[in-house]
């Protein structure tokens, strides 16, 4: 079975500032990793997603993460926050074998406060 | 490229009541998962339909069940309503069931009173 743990419910950064927030997974096999975003009262919008290839991962917004196997992890960063980055952020792994396939395991979730 | 589409958007419903959710999913993707998202929580795993048939399911009982049409619209259905059902479902659709990741829809909230 896949888990995932995102250490942090609540990270506050300024504008401008660097954003990190913390994702580690449990897999028995290689799994593919995701990162969403949540507004309010908003479905999930996909930031991006390892899927076996580069482990350094660029997605939208000015977002990326880096998988480390030996970490076991998956952290979310950006350079420099906006104001418009304030929202809920969602780490998910899935797997390409067995009943679990294609099947996405969330995280609690982060929520991202940013301060003028 | 349409996305997602979910109705209705907001449901109020009492308890032992059953309750139909639908989905329309995002053109070309014939894969369609449910979420439940409790307040506060992530989301859930329901089930997962790929091709019109249930391709996976998650530890929810099955007054839980579910339908993808020819088309790969989708609908959940709830019976027996509990108010701990109360949460945001959300619905995603892809292509070869979800492992290159799932278009969301905007969800339904059902408040169960």
């Known amino acids: 079975a896949q888990s995932v743990t995102q250490l942090g419910s609540h990270v506050s950064v300024s504008e401008g500032a660097l954003v990190l927030l913390r994702c580690n997974y449990s897999?028995?096999?290689?799994?593919?990793l995701f990162w969403y975003v949540q507004y309010p009262n908003q479905g999930l919008q996909l930031l991006l997603k390892?899927?076996?290839?580069?482990?350094l991962v660029k997605g939208i917004n000015g977002f990326e993460a880096e998988f480390k196997k030996s970490e076991t992890s998956f952290h979310l960063t950006k350079p420099s926050a906006h104001m418009s980055d304030a929202a809920e952020y969602f780490c998910?792994?899935?797997?390409?074998?067995?009943?679990?396939?294609?099947?996405?395991?969330f995280g609690q979730g982060t929520i991202l406060t940013v301060h003028p | 490229e349409t996305g997602v589409t979910q109705s209705p958007t907001h449901l109020i419903k009492t308890r032992g009541q059953q309750v139909t959710l639908r989905c329309s999913s995002q053109?070309?993707?014939?894969?369609v998962s449910w979420y439940q998202q409790a307040l506060g929580q992530g989301p859930q795993f329901i089930f997962q339909?790929?091709?019109?048939?249930?391709?996976g399911r998650g530890n929810f009982p099955p007054r839980f069940s579910g339908l993808q049409f020819p088309n790969y619209s989708s609908e959940l259905n709830v019976n027996a309503l509990e108010l701990d059902d109360s949460a945001l479902y959300l619905c995603?659709?892809?292509?070869?069931?979800?492992?290159?990741?799932?278009?969301f829809g905007s969800g339904t909230r059902l408040t169960v009173v």
């Open positions: 995603a659709s892809s292509y070869d069931r979800g492992i290159y990741g799932y278009t």
């Open positions: 897999s028995s096999v290689p799994p593919y």
């Open positions: 390892y899927t076996s290839a580069a482990t």
């Open positions: 998910a792994v899935s797997v390409s074998g067995g009943t679990s396939y294609g099947k996405l395991t």
């Open positions: 053109s070309g993707h014939n894969t």
């Open positions: 339909y790929y091709r019109e048939e249930e391709n």
